[in-house]
């Protein structure tokens, strides 16, 4: 198995590591499938989705909901970074559960509204304390994993925007119904015909 | 990512509430700029306004390129919006051009390096420069800075990209908020818009009732007007 295939299934087992994660871990949940047009599993995230290109969120789209689904909440964790691990780079919840994914470019000022169909919707604080999405920016000449996990919930939680890893996963605890991830990988890239990354 | 540790991150309205005043702000675009009075939302207060921003002109520290770029950055860390003036009409790119003469001597190549790597992050990021994006985009690529995730992206940040904002920060923050004296906080438009009611001696009992009651005139007084105080150089207290 791979490093990125061991990751991955370690990333399965969820939200295991850290504050908060047991009572999600320890629930039996439906699988969600997770794509995106811009990006798969093992597979090199576009930049654009870097501090290497606009840095904006990517797409996602999301399918085999369970029944009952109320609400979804999204992480985006770099389980090889930060200590304790993970890394946390977005955290977004309050998504309806009629909305079939995120469209890119989330915005990152909270005065702009959220896409149609994602009204309610709300970002929590990633682990620079930012309430928005910010893209990988491993070290240099470094491979890291980027988990993009969804989660069913059975309930409509209307929760407050910058809610940090650990206090949505203190709040949805008991609600998870389903989830779903995929596991795009990066590393730093160099400017396009310009010179290498340094 | 990212291995560099959570910035220390100051929003306008920490900025502003940190100031120590009864104005302020919204992280928005969230790390930087916007800012929204609080206090007590049932009493209407005239925000400070501006005729005219105060004229630059030639800087003694920085090319017509660098004064560009450091500009257009001052220009989203306090922005001039609906909610009163911003850095740059309090003069704060005059206030650090004058440090950068006095106190802040040693901080010239710093900033010069970092103006650079700013623009050329934002040429390798986003394929234009930093000067000629858009607010939203600009805000987005200080946020990079901010973070440290421009370290390093073919930019050549000297050390962590935060390291520059953090001292453009604090220096415009100086420079905004800091006693006129030292050329910033022009016509007091920084202690207006945090509602600071100026520098005094003594403070009657009417006075601090006033004040609580957020009735009082600022005194639009540097404290070296009173002639117990002695002024030292400019930027001083970024160290």
């Not at chain 2, 007590?40 to 660098?66: D, Q």
């Not at chain 2, 100026?198 to 009735?215: I, S």
Request: net charge negative; with cysteine; hydrophobic share 40%.
């Amino acid at each position: 198995m791979t490093k990125t295939g061991i990751r991955r299934v370690a990333a399965l087992g969820l939200l295991a590591l850290g504050a908060g994660a047991t009572a999600v871990a320890a629930q039996a949940t439906v699988e969600i499938v997770v794509e995106s047009p811009a990006m798969t599993t093992g597979a090199a995230m576009p930049r654009e989705y870097s501090p290497d290109g606009r840095n904006v969120s990517p797409p996602l789209t999301w399918r085999s909901l369970p029944p009952g689904t109320r609400q979804l909440a999204v992480i985006c964790q770099d389980h090889g970074a930060g200590n304790p691990p993970p890394w946390v780079h977005w955290i977004i919840y309050n998504i309806p559960a009629s909305a079939p994914g995120l469209p890119e470019g989330i915005p990152f000022d909270r005065a702009d509204p959220m896409p149609a169909g994602l009204e309610g919707a709300t970002q929590g604080n990633n682990n620079w304390g930012l309430a928005m999405y910010r893209g990988p920016a491993p070290p240099a000449g470094t491979v890291h994993d980027y988990d993009f996990t969804v989660l069913a919930l059975d309930t409509e939680l209307n929760l407050p925007p910058g809610l940090t890893r650990a206090e949505l996963l203190a709040a949805i605890e008991g609600h998870v119904i389903g989830q779903g991830n995929m596991v795009p990988t990066y590393t730093r890239q160099p400017a396009e015909g310009g010179a290498a990354f340094e | 990512m990212s291995d560099t540790p959570p910035p220390n991150t100051i929003s306008r309205r920490d900025l502003l509430k940190a100031a120590g005043a009864a104005g302020a702000a919204a992280l928005a675009p969230a790390a930087l700029g916007a800012a929204v009075p609080t206090g007590n939302p049932a009493v209407p207060r005239a925000l400070p306004t501006l005729a005219t921003r105060a004229p630059v002109g030639p800087l003694m520290n920085l090319t017509a390129a660098e004064t560009e770029i450091l500009s257009a950055m001052i220009d989203r860390l306090i922005p001039t919006d609906d909610m009163g003036p911003g850095a740059l009409d309090a003069g704060a790119l005059r206030f650090i051009d004058r440090a950068l003469s006095e106190a802040e001597a040693d901080s010239v190549d710093a900033y010069r390096a970092g103006i650079a790597a700013l623009d050329r992050y934002a040429r390798y990021s986003r394929g234009t420069p930093f000067a000629e994006l858009s607010a939203r985009d600009q805000d987005s690529v200080l946020i990079d800075v901010q973070t440290g995730s421009a370290t390093g992206a073919g930019a050549g940040f000297v050390g962590n990209s935060a390291a520059f904002f953090n001292l453009v920060k604090d220096h415009t923050w100086q420079g905004t908020f800091g006693d006129p004296q030292y050329g910033g906080n022009v016509d007091f438009v920084g202690w207006d818009l945090i509602r600071y009611p100026g520098v005094r001696l003594r403070v009657t009992d009417e006075e601090q009732r006033m004040l609580e009651a957020e009735d009082l005139e600022p005194a639009r007084r540097s404290a070296y007007d009173f002639g117990q105080f002695q002024a030292g150089q400019s930027g001083g207290g970024a160290r």
